[in-house]
């Protein structure tokens, strides 16, 4: 199955759990040469041979150290799970800043709640980002995203959101471009297999955090709702 990686079929098959998912579900691995032998290629940008994965802690500890990552690289080779966690979490924070600054740019987010409000008003709201200290506005908010049945992810402290924007603090954010909200939200739910979620942004930008390990604990906390948004 590895060598037809490239063809476009919807589903591939997860190298650590060995479950069937659609793509979308899984991470896609690059092949390298060198240690640590697979990239995160969270955009599928990287050609060459591949290996999908769920960004799990479970998962990737299981296709290292079994064998399955080894199988699609022909050789047998030490391959240190933490080390290929640290590369996807780095790509996918990369991702997501990316993303919330590009649709900043495009006019395609509202900043703070006022905003927020006023785009779940209007119906112009795709995807609701809300700071883990966001208190008593975020609870109005969530249900408010809930009742329109839009999902709502939980991002990091709101000095750190505010800093991605240039604002002291930001507590909430409403994502209203469709394609947007969506990579937001797949960007979100993977990262959170592998960091507990509202540990996005850091307090440090995040550039230049290929490879930086983080103390974090690597349990696995699912606090984005996973229901796809309309
Ligand atoms: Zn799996």
């Not at 199988?71 to 996918?92: C, E, F, H, M, T």
Request: charged letters at 30%; aromatic letters at 2%.
């Amino acid at each position: 199955m590895i060598a037809m990686a490239r063809t476009k079929t919807a589903e591939r098959t997860c190298a650590g759990c060995r479950e069937q998912r659609p793509r979308e579900e899984l991470v896609r691995l690059a092949v390298v040469p060198e240690p640590p032998f697979v990239v995160a290629d969270a955009r599928g940008q990287l050609g060459g041979r591949g290996v999908w994965i769920h960004a799990d802690t479970q998962c990737l500890q299981t296709a290292a150290r079994k064998g399955g990552i080894a199988r699609s690289l022909r050789k047998p080779v030490s391959l240190d799970p933490s080390v290929i966690a640290d590369g996807i979490v780095a790509q996918l924070e990369r991702r997501l800043e990316g993303l919330l600054l590009g649709a900043h740019r495009a006019r395609k987010i509202a900043v703070g709640t006022d905003s927020v409000r006023e785009s779940l008003a209007e119906g112009r709201i795709r995807l609701l980002c809300v700071a883990s200290d966001a208190a008593g506005r975020r609870d109005e908010l969530m249900a408010s995203a809930e009742r329109l049945g839009k999902a709502c992810v939980v991002l990091g402290p709101k000095a750190d959101v505010g800093r991605l924007f240039g604002r002291d603090e930001v507590a909430v954010l409403a994502i209203e471009d469709g394609g947007i909200a969506e990579e937001v939200r797949r960007a979100s739910a993977h990262l959170a297999g592998l960091r507990p979620a509202g540990t996005f942004p850091h307090k440090e930008p995040v550039e230049g955090a290929e490879g930086a390990s983080s103390s974090a604990p690597r349990q696995v906390e699912s606090v984005v709702e996973d229901r796809k948004p309309e």
